[in-house]
T-cell receptor, first 111, second 115 residues
Framework: GQSLEQPSEVTAVEGAIVQINCTYQ??????LSWYQQHDGGAPTFLSY????GLEETGRFSSFLSRSDSYGYLLLQELQMKDSASYFC????????????FGQGTELSVKP | DTEVTQTPKHLVMGMTNKKSLKCEQH?????MYWYKQKAKKPPELMFV???????INESVPSRFSPECPNSSLLNLHLHALQPEDSALYLC??????????????FGPGTRLTVT
C-alpha cells in the first residue's frame, strides 16, 4: 500500500522561511508532487521531483531523497497569501493515473 | 489556456433528484479525473478517464455515474444521493495518465449539498 505523512499544521511569520516535510511509504515510487490549496479554492500544482535533489521555482523549492523516502517543500520570504493547505502526493503503484495525496499541512502566515 | 472549468459552482439537491456536474478543458489533455473532497481533507480520487475510456473506478457507488463524451468534456451524473455525499467535487486533467499524472490541473469545483 501507499501512505504519506506530513505535519497537520505549521505557523510562521511574514518574511520567514518554512519547511513542510513529507515522508512516504510506497511499494513503487515514481516521484513526489506538491500542491497548494487556498481555502475555498482548487488545488494548484507547485512542483514535482522524480530524482534526488532540490528543484527551485521562485520562492518555492522542493527537495527529494529517494533513499530516505522523504521530501520537503521550502517556502521562502513568506507572504500572507501563502496561507493555504499544502499536499504532497505520489503516483499510485501500478495504477496509472492514480495520485495519492497526503493529509495536507495547513500553513498559517502571521504578520 | 490552462483552465479547467466546472459547472455549476454550487448545487443543492434532494435525495430523489437527478443532476449532472460538468467539466471542460481545452488544453489537449488526454486524462481527466473526478475527485471528492471533504473539508480539511485531501482530494479523494473517484474516477480516471484516459483517452476517453474509464481506466480507474475507485469502487464508487453506482449513484455516481461518470461520462466522457469527448476528449474535452467530463460529466458526473448524480442520482439518489445521500446526505453524506455532500462535498466539493473537483475535476482535474493532465497531459496523460500513467507517468504524466503527477501534474494535474484542477477546476474550481462544484460545492454539492444533498438535503
Amino acid at each position: 500500500g501507499q501512505s504519506l505523512e506530513q505535519p497537520s499544521e505549521v505557523t510562521a511569520v511574514e518574511g520567514a522561511i518554512v519547511q513542510i516535510n513529507c515522508t512516504y511509504q510506497t511499494s513503487g515510487f515514481y516521484g513526489l508532487s506538491w500542491y497548494q490549496q487556498h481555502d475555498g479554492g482548487a488545488p494548484t500544482f507547485l512542483s514535482y521531483n522524480a530524482l534526488d535533489g532540490l528543484e527551485e521555482t521562485g520562492r518555492f523549492s522542493s527537495f527529494l531523497s529517494r533513499s530516505d523516502s522523504y521530501g520537503y517543500l521550502l517556502l521562502q520570504e513568506l507572504q500572507m497569501k501563502d496561507s493555504a493547505s499544502y499536499f504532497c502526493a505520489v503516483r499510485g503503484d501500478n495504477q496509472g493515473g492514480k495520485l495519492i495525496f497526503g493529509q495536507g499541512t495547513e500553513l498559517s502566515v502571521k504578520p | 489556456d490552462t483552465e479547467v472549468t466546472q459547472t455549476p459552482k454550487h448545487l443543492v439537491m434532494g435525495m430523489t433528484n437527478k443532476k449532472s456536474l460538468k467539466c471542460e478543458q481545452h488544453m489537449g489533455h488526454r486524462a481527466m479525473y473526478w475527485y471528492k473532497q471533504k473539508a480539511k481533507k485531501p482530494p479523494e480520487l473517484m474516477f480516471v478517464y484516459s483517452y476517453e475510456k474509464l481506466s480507474i473506478n475507485e469502487s464508487v457507488p453506482s449513484r455516481f455515474s461518470p461520462e466522457c463524451p469527448n476528449s474535452s468534456l467530463l460529466n458526473l451524473h448524480l442520482h439518489a444521493l445521500q446526505p453524506e455525499d455532500s462535498a466539493l467535487y473537483l475535476c482535474a486533467s493532465s497531459q496523460g495518465a500513467e507517468v504524466l499524472t503527477y501534474e494535474q490541473y484542477f477546476g474550481p469545483g462544484t460545492r454539492l449539498t444533498v438535503t
